[in-house]
Nanobody, 112 residues
Framework: QVQLVESGGGLVQPGGSLTLSCAVS????????MSWYRQAPGKERMWVAS????????VYANSVKGRFTLSRDNTKNTVYLQMNNLKPEDTAVYYC?????WGQGTQVTVSS
């Protein structure tokens, strides 16, 4: 059974930081690109970032480039999204994704 379990969300002030984690099981984690998406209230889910299987290549949406850093640990079957200089517009439910699979999401709220 494939499971993607996100953690690390919460409430943070503008300019603050959070690190999201996604632990994967039941899936050949090290063989696949992993991604993060987010969905703000009343909006469609949008792609945030992706990392190739070896971790050598990452790509980011323009809205987060320079503020978010995606990494992975293939020994722990975990992918991380370090989010710095958070803005209110980053408020959303963040989802971890693998080809054909989604996590349940973790809420990130940026507010003073």
């Amino acid at each position: 059974q494939v499971q993607l379990v996100e953690s690390g969300g919460g409430l943070v002030q503008p300019g603050g930081s959070l690190t999201l984690s996604c632990a994967v099981s039941g899936f050949p984690f090290s063989s696949y690109t992993m991604s993060w998406y987010r969905q703000a209230p009343g909006k469609e889910r949008m792609w945030v970032a992706s990392i190739r299987s070896t971790g050598g290549t990452t790509v980011y949406a323009n809205s987060v480039k320079g503020r978010f850093t995606l990494s992975r640990d293939n020994t722990k079957n975990t992918v991380y999204l370090q989010m710095n200089n958070l803005k209110p517009e980053d408020t959303a439910v963040y989802y971890c994704a693998a080809p054909g699979y989604w996590g349940q999401g973790t809420q990130v709220t940026v507010s003073s």
